[in-house]
């Protein structure tokens, strides 16, 4: 199924239009799973649709809610109202989120009553539109929504122009996304319909949903994996979801794939670790595929996933930025050891020098480089960032080490952030931590129990500190490292031991707290 549209809203209006037996949401965050149909998620977002063309004259709007039916009426609205939805992160920090408000120039937020109590110190904006009282009105009044009924039940060309639904528009903004400041400050996104809309295709076109596929859509909405595969790909092409309020609610995921008999299970390895070490087997008996991303996944918790589950573990690789999937894995001959898979299609790929910047031959190892129609155009009011990793031939330049194989499969070597130049040898910083986890702990899964940094050092450049959980006898370790043939200058020169390796609610590390934390 190919979807012809230019705006997001047309697209999305056009889908759930379409006649289907399958439920598109299933809310298992509320009191008890709240089942919605695609006319009732239809009703109520072009219900609040209404509301804010009317009330907010800003184009940007807030939304502050966890996956769910309220957070999906949300965006669903806002693109149905034709403007840009922003899914903020309400975990960052009062002082970070404000920045944010303020340089997306929100005006208005929408979230629900329970979201404001559990965050009161967040930045709420003067106009906040509390949507679990608006829902709760009209699900009592319903008659209020006749009129909106009576429309929609009209041919759908009709339907969209009384309820002036947006339908051309490829270029400009669909939505702004926050990257995960996990090494810096949060950088907005500018994600346009044609890389949403391309994006969800090029997902369509690997094939791997069948017509009895559900999802679990337990993602944050303000994640680009959460937004974009979680969300707009599955009611874009008439994939049931359910939804859970958090990745870190395993008890009530694990309820939701028994009960729902859940076909693809999404997270990052961090998230996914909490389902491998609660669930049992029964419990995955649907399980068709576990999809992984954000972050490497080490060779040995994939084995131990699928023979716990008894399904498939595929990864893949994208970032916010690619809006966000750019490779994936698939069963068969479209899985290669340690790759992230192939590339989508459409998607062009090179490597350049981390330090001349000159392009590489096929296969060599360099900073990797996209292109394609999912690539966005830039980041929200930063003409010098945006240069620094777009180029005049519109290459993006990701950060991350890689290459590109002669079959078209793709190898990630780490961030170049997460590499140390120490007399004059780039050293990666994932290579020395798989090493110790194995030699040190007996570990050889993606567990964060340690981390490895580069600090400055007036010698060489860089010092290699770990950052652990676990007490170390630092001369004994140094020794065993030395014995077992890791290079002296991938020793670390410091150890660190704290309670915790801070974890960012994207299931990444924050590389930003692990540094706060050295002394």
């Keep these: 199924m190919k979807i012809e549209a230019e705006h997001m809203a047309d697209a999305l209006f056009r889908s759930l239009k379409r006649k289907s037996d399958r439920l598109p949401l299933v809310d298992y965050g509320l009191p008890g799973p709240y089942f919605c149909s695609r006319n009732k998620l239809l009703l109520l977002s072009v219900k609040l649709a209404a509301n804010l063309r009317r009330n907010c004259q800003a184009q940007r709007i807030g939304i502050v809610l966890p996956p769910g039916l309220a957070g999906t009426i ?118 346009s319909h044609q890389n949403i809309l391309s994006n969800c295709s090029q997902i369509n076109q690997l094939d791997l949903f069948d017509k009895d596929a559900s999802l679990l859509a337990n993602l944050p909405l303000f994640h680009s994996f959460g937004f974009t595969v979680s969300t707009c790909f599955p009611l874009l092409y008439d994939i049931p979801i359910v939804t859970v309020p958090s990745p870190l609610d395993v008890k009530v995921g694990l309820e939701a794939i028994r009960k729902e008999k859940i076909t693809f299970l999404l997270g990052t390895p961090t998230f996914l670790r909490g389902f491998l070490s609660r669930g049992k ?32 573990y595929l990864e893949g690789y994208g970032l916010t930025e690619t809006a966000p999937g750019i490779s994936f894995n698939l069963p ?109 702990f007996n570990q050889n899964d993606n567990e964060t129990s340690l981390v490895v940094v580069g600090q400055p050092d007036p010698n060489k450049g860089e010092q290699l500190v770990l950052v652990t959980e676990k007490e170390i006898d630092f001369s004994e370790f140094r020794k065993k490292l030395r014995e077992n043939g890791l290079p002296n200058l991938w020793i670390p020169k410091k150890v660190q031991k704290i309670e915790k390796i801070p974890i960012l609610p994207t299931g990444k590390i924050d590389f930003q707290g692990v540094r706060k934390s050295i002394k």
């Design 332 to 440: 068969g001959h479209g899985f290669r050891k340690d790759s992230v898979g192939r590339l989508f299609p459409e998607i062009e790929c090179k490597t350049i020098h981390p330090d001349t910047r000159q392009d590489l031959e096929t296969c060599e190892t360099g900073l990797l480089c996209f292109r394609g129609p999912n690539i966005f155009s830039g980041y929200l009011n930063d003409v010098k960032k945006t240069k620094e990793v777009l180029t005049e031939e519109k290459w993006f330049i990701t950060g991350d080490i890689g290459y590109l194989d002669a079959d078209n499969f793709l190898f990630i070597k780490g961030r170049l952030s997460r590499f140390s130049k120490i007399g004059g040898e780039m050293v990666p910083h994932e290579t020395i931590e798989e090493k110790i986890k194995k030699l040190l």
């Design 74 to 191: 949300a965006n669903l609205a806002v693109f149905f109202a034709g403007k840009t939805p922003v899914n903020l992160n309400f975990s960052l920090g009062s002082s970070v989120a404000e920045k944010l408000i303020r340089k997306a120039e929100i005006k208005t937020i929408i979230t629900a009553e329970k979201m404001m109590d559990k965050f009161p110190d967040f930045p709420w904006t003067e106009n906040v539109i509390e949507i679990s009282s608006w829902l709760k009105n009209l699900l009592k009044k319903p008659y209020q929504l006749l009129i909106e009924y009576l429309i929609l039940k009209l041919p759908i060309f009709v339907s969209r122009f009384f309820l002036k639904i947006p339908i051309r528009s490829s270029t400009e903004e669909a939505t702004i996304l926050f990257t995960s400041g996990s090494s810096g400050d949060p950088k907005g996104v500018v994600l």
């Design 281 to 312: 087997a029964e419990d995955f008996e649907s399980l068709q595929y576990v999809v992984a991303g954000a972050e490497k996944t080490e060779d040995s918790f994939r084995v131990k996933w699928e023979k716990f589950a008894s399904c498939s």
